[in-house]
């Protein structure tokens, strides 16, 4: 199962949707890519057990959200172009 969020420019409410998608925990594979997403709207998606592959590509996703990705046990591809993660020091 996979899905895609829409975009349709920038959210008022800073990608709200996201919090219904993560409730489907048999989820395999999700691009969020060009989504209203930031940090707090990624924080439901703790733990999804099921995702293998996440597309976050210029998402407003940083540092803050690496426990959230670290979170996924089966995670295997992970899309991280354009996000505002920064690089280990």
Known sequence: M????????????????TSA????RNLEELNLDYTAVDAKSFAP????PQ???LHLDSAD???????????????RIVNLYHTLLTRPR
Do not use: K
């Open 51 to 53: 995702l293998r592959e």
């Open 61 to 75: 996703v940083g540092d803050e959200s690496i426990s959230v990705l670290a979170s996924m046990p089966n995670l």
């Open 2 to 17: 996979s899905t895609q969020a829409p975009r349709s420019g920038p959210h008022p409410h800073g990608g709200r949707g």
């Open 45 to 48: 998606f703790q733990g999804m």
């Open 21 to 24: 998608i993560a409730t489907l």
